[in-house]
């Protein structure tokens, strides 16, 4: 299941959208709201979630908490198959179980969303294939930081493309490892950093490499170490453990997100261009999107 932490800051983002424009305050009180739905979904995920909010108008002063909407009736189905999703009060977002509604590479999934006030909107995605994550290569390299010559861990993610149609993918990871030296014991869980592009945010496309084999960037596993010391036991303890995963994601999925991770990039700049965050929800905004995903783990003992 994929997290909406950034659901909040859309929220943000959708009361300043007109402001380079020259608006009266009456103007804008009169904007009308609109649903902003989340919603990812994937044959591999142990939940189905779709978070719901309204907008909100730039004159309006109630909290994020507040835009949270918990008595929607939020539908998903595909052909015959339907399924209401549930809100849950402590997760704030509403689920349902996979297993009474399987989500299947290949099929096209609709999600409705009405509320009792009236506010309707829509959506259809398509779930991707899943492509096979084939190797998962652990290396380390030597990199220059204050003057002194350190070096990093790193990994690196292998596959190969299928041919013909476009393809969109996403790399993540974990590693797991126990805390060298700490009293009491205790375990460290860590993302891999994918050294990217700004904005980037570990996508990749097949656009010049359709058909063929196809490499992620360098994954950062922990912190620089000197040169001259090891990784274990200097950083990292015995058994260490990398949950590599590839999500080969769709297009709504991809230029929602890849969206998202520019308009990250500029928010602090005050002399940059907006970036327009795209939506395919039909009577609101935000994604509704689908992925599969391979996963293989690394262990060194």
């Not at 978070?51 to 108008?57: C, D, G, M, T, W």
């Not at 969109?168 to 974990?174: A, F």
């Not at 805390?179 to 097949?206: H, Q, W």
């Amino acid at each position: 299941m994929k997290t909406f932490g950034w659901l909040m800051g859309m929220l943000g983002l959708v009361s300043c959208q007109n402001l380079r424009q020259e608006v009266e305050p009456r103007q804008l009180a009169d904007e009308p709201v609109k649903l902003i739905v989340a919603c990812f979904i994937s044959p591999q995920d142990t939940v189905l979630a779709a978070k719901v909010a309204r907008s909100r108008p730039i004159l309006d002063d109630e909290t994020v908490t507040n835009l949270e909407i918990v008595n929607a009736t939020v539908t998903l189905h595909s052909g015959s198959r339907r399924i209401v999703l549930t809100y849950h009060t402590k997760l704030r977002y509403y689920r349902a179980d996979p297993n009474l509604f399987p989500i299947r590479p290949g099929e096209t999934y609709e999600l409705t969303v009405q509320t009792p006030d009236g506010l309707h909107a829509e959506a259809s995605t398509t779930v991707p294939q899943t492509v096979d994550l084939q190797r998962v290569q652990l290396d380390s390299e030597a990199i220059v930081e204050n003057n002194e010559v350190r070096k990093r861990f790193f990994t690196r993610y292998f596959w190969s493309d299928p041919p013909i149609q476009t393809d969109y993918y996403q790399t993540e990871g974990i590693v797991t490892y126990r805390c060298p030296g700490c009293l009491p014991e205790k375990m460290i869980r860590e993302p891999v950093s994918f050294a990217t592009r700004p904005g980037n945010r570990a996508f990749y496309t097949d656009q010049e490499n359709n058909g063929g084999p196809m490499v992620s960037d360098q994954g950062y596993i922990g912190s620089s170490i000197p040169s001259n010391q090891l990784f274990f036991p200097t950083y990292f303890s015995r058994p260490l453990v990398i949950t590599a995963d590839l999500l080969h994601v769709n297009t709504d999925f991809y230029r929602y997100h890849q969206a998202l991770g520019q308009q990250q990039e500029v928010e602090s700049n005050p002399f940059a261009e907006p970036v327009p965050i795209p939506s395919n929800i039909r009577g609101g905004l935000g994604c509704f999107g689908a992925y599969s995903h391979s996963t293989q783990t690394i262990r060194l003992n």
